[in-house]
């Protein structure tokens, strides 16, 4: 088993044991899941996504975060993502630098 698969194993371990890094939104999913289509082929296909949106999560912040916040601008192209993001490190280094 190499190191990514291990940590994928680890990551899916944590989320399904249902700890506080599992967002609310895979839970709520997962919930609904299985009071509409209980435990059924379906349910169990919605409840392997839900594993696998908290594991990935869970990989994300931890190998990129360090304990901040990740921030994410998602939209169409021509949208100004590009200069939203530009304007929002700048902002973070101007600030970091007044304190």
Not at 11 to 27: C, G, K, L, Q, Y
Not at 62 to 75: C, E, N, Q, T
Request: glycine residues 6%.
């Amino acid at each position: 088993m190499n190191l990514q698969t291990q940590d994928r194993n680890d990551a899916i371990t944590r989320s399904t044991r249902r700890e506080p890094d599992v967002d609310n939104f895979t839970r709520r999913v997962r919930e609904a899941a299985e009071s509409v289509v209980g435990h059924s082929r379906l349910g169990r296909e919605i409840a392997a996504l839900c594993d696998r949106h908290a594991a990935d999560r869970n990989l994300i912040i931890a190998d990129r975060s360090h304990g901040l916040p990740i921030v994410a601008a998602v939209g169409p192209a021509g949208q100004g993502k590009t200069t939203l993001v530009s304007w929002l490190v700048s902002e973070t280094f101007e600030n970091s630098k007044k304190t």
